[in-house]
């Protein structure tokens, strides 16, 4: 699969002597689901804040669609990537919804002026919000205030959208929820990014996986990434909940772990179905 992203011995350091990356480099599919894993102070921020061109490297090399993360390309770089922050109040404070998703439409001038009223009303029926239109966004709950975030990224439809611990501080319901929209995302063509420490999530989503612990990329790979205890170990993370819960139980401790719920589902039911009672 073609790369729409590509770094290569990527280094940042900030002002104050803090080197959060340290010669990294990879690639990630266009259109795929890639997750970048790692606990605090790993420097999966410091990466994001690549990808939309908000830092710059200070060494190495990194490219969105073959462009140069630089200053030179940063209004196109951050028109073809969208970033959805971990806490909607850093990116949604217009005074109505509407005039919150217009803003994104009017600064990245991706769409006609004549088709902003239909965009913004597609986009808000897509999300199932369109009755919030004129509403306050400090007045909506969290996940409202979050799937609005989302409409203004989808209303300027970049090829890329990354995601900053999007199922933080959501209920299941919630949560549930936005894993549809990302998929409905994934299944249009987007290339998704998600930046986040949920072993779980990463277990269940993902396809592709960025392992990073203090600026170094530990490792680079498919979801057969989360079978490697020692790897996961070195990163500070665990298993996935299911595979910990059948590693536990004799009888299903057979390799490989089950990673998600699904594939635990098989396997239990594998089993039963070969047990004579």
């Avoid at 710059?56 to 951050?78: S, T």
């Avoid at 209920?171 to 994934?186: M, Y």
Wanted: glycine share 6%; aromatic share 6%; charged share 25%.
């Amino acid at each position: 699969m073609q790369s729409i992203i590509e770094a290569e011995n990527l280094s940042y350091s900030y002002d104050d002597g803090i080197k959060a990356l340290k010669n990294i480099s990879f690639q990630i599919p266009r259109g795929s689901k890639t997750m970048v894993l790692g606990p605090n102070g790993a420097g999966k921020t410091t990466l994001m804040l690549h990808l939309n061109a908000l830092i710059f490297p200070k060494e190495g090399k990194l490219a969105i669609d073959n462009f140069p993360v630089n200053e030179e390309n940063k209004n196109w770089i951050r028109e073809n990537v969208g970033l959805v922050m971990q806490d909607p109040d850093d990116q949604v404070f217009c005074p109505t919804v509407y005039e919150d998703i217009l803003f994104g439409l009017n600064n990245f001038k991706k769409v006609s002026p004549h088709r902003f009223e239909e965009t913004i009303n597609k986009v808000l029926n897509d999300l199932d919000i369109y009755h919030l239109k004129d509403k306050t966004p400090h007045k909506l709950s969290y996940g409202q205030k979050k799937k609005v975030a989302i409409a203004g990224i989808m209303a300027v439809d970049p090829p890329i959208i990354v995601f900053d611990e999007p199922l933080a501080a959501l209920d299941p319901g919630g949560k549930d929820n936005l894993i549809s929209i990302l998929d409905k995302l994934h299944q249009s063509g987007k290339t998704l990014i998600i930046v986040s420490h949920d072993i779980d999530f990463a277990a269940e989503w993902s396809e592709k996986l960025l392992i990073l612990k203090d600026g170094k990329l530990l490792a680079e790979g498919g979801r057969s990434l989360l079978h490697n205890k020692s790897l996961l170990q070195k990163a500070n993370l665990n298993l996935p909940i299911v595979s910990q819960i059948i590693e536990e139980i004799p009888e299903f401790n057979r390799e490989p772990l089950p990673l998600s719920i699904k594939e635990a589902q098989i396997r239990i039911s594998d089993y039963l179905n070969k047990k004579e009672f």
